[in-house]
DNA sequence: ACACTGTTCAAACGATTGTTTCCAACTGTT
DNA sequence: AACAGTTGGAAACAATCGTTTGAACAGTGT
């Protein structure tokens, strides 16, 4: 088998340390030797490394992207000649059906999810800023789709609710090892990442479609 | 005014920068400097730099069970002698009550949301083994009364569905001032916690009860 | 007065971090 | 074959990390 290059092989050793023990905690001696790179080799292709863990991201998202685009292109197009809006089940199934694919090729959804929710809690969050930045024009693309479908929501409502459901998938599937085994010790309940999006479907639907809240209790102090 | 003595002074600042920067990026330099204590105090007092970061959890948590037992207890005594067996909604509400009403003595409630999203995304997870292991008894507990308010859904789909909801309120709390700048330059919409717990309850309450998923792939092994 | 306790302090420890330097090895063009 | 430019590698860089040390300090009891 033919060794992939020094780039790949930084990347593909850096994503799977990233993801098992975080950003800081892993040191780019850790990553190199492990990669069989040597040290300097980050700094030289990526410049430092920061950039590295933003490429990082980039190989999981620009590809995401891309699909998700496209199969939005695709969506629009069946919808339009018939004039309907999208239904919502719809829009959350291509969304699942496009994360669930791109990872599937060569890296693993466990590791992609696991930085996801990594960059999310970083700290000053510096990462969320920068993957807002690069990626939040598909973002917008689906929650105008999804404000579509909701017509019944006010518009501050669906923005909390969507990251209601964001938090649960992130948070769900990339502590996805742990949980699993207290499942397992448990409830004898062996679950695979599909099984997992199978559970997820319907709590999803439910909790975008759940009744307004009651009125603001009184505001002021 | 008084100066809190030099254990305190540490644990406050402590979990402030830990809430805003993590635990990695927090050096005890960073925290004993601004708390005006020598360097050596952190491991003087508490030992090492882990054990500090477990008492900063410890007097969030230990405070919050003891209310939580208590609020339990009365929520079993009132439906003990009329035999009825207590609603989910009841329950969720008591868990809110008690978690709002904890830190908001004296601590922040966005820093102990905060450093619970933190530990729960972090690494290798030991922080959250410790939570497990110190505070397992209490969360037992509540599912187990969780089981009797939902006696139809199977035993590894509630398991689930409650990771689910508790990644929602985790991330969505942790990530409060990020989501509240952007929900405010979008929509104009300001957002207390308590505006937000207002928006929660709906939607968990949707989710826990959503219709169960499609037929499973293979359950009951 | 002394000894004993718990606490604070400045200084240093060894280890590890990200990054840079400088030179050898290589690649492709002339 | 000779050169120029790019890529690889070992070593060193300065900075920062958590932790330890030993002395000074303030009370308390005898």
Do not use: C
């Amino acid at each position: 088998m033919a060794e992939p290059d020094t780039v790949t092989r930084i990347l593909d050793t850096a994503e799977v340390l990233f993801a098992e023990r975080g950003f800081a905690e892993t040191s780019l001696r850790n990553i190199t030797s492990k990669a069989n790179v040597n040290l300097a080799a980050v700094n030289y292709h990526f410049g430092s490394k920061k950039a590295l863990i933003q490429a990082v991201f980039a190989r999981y998202l620009d590809p995401f992207t891309l699909r998700f685009h496209a199969a939005l292109d695709e969506l629009e197009a069946q919808h339009r000649h018939d004039g309907s809006t999208i239904p919502l089940e719809e829009l959350l199934e291509t969304m699942a059906r496009t994360v669930l694919e791109v990872p599937a090729e060569r890296h693993s959804l466990k590791v992609f999810m696991r930085l996801l929710g990594l960059a999310y809690s970083q700290a000053q969050g510096h990462l969320r800023r920068y993957i807002q930045e690069q990626y939040g024009s598909v973002f917008r693309r689906f929650t105008e789709l999804v404000r579509r479908a909701t017509p019944e929501l006010p518009d501050a409502e669906r923005f909390w609710r969507l990251h209601f459901v964001l938090g649960t998938v992130i948070f769900t599937l990339s502590g996805l090892d742990a949980l699993r085994d207290i499942a397992e010790q448990d409830y004898q309940d062996h679950v695979s990442v599909r099984d997992l999006v199978r559970r997820l479907r319907p709590v999803v639907v439910s909790a975008m479609q759940a009744p307004l809240p009651e009125l603001p209790a009184q505001e002021a102090v």
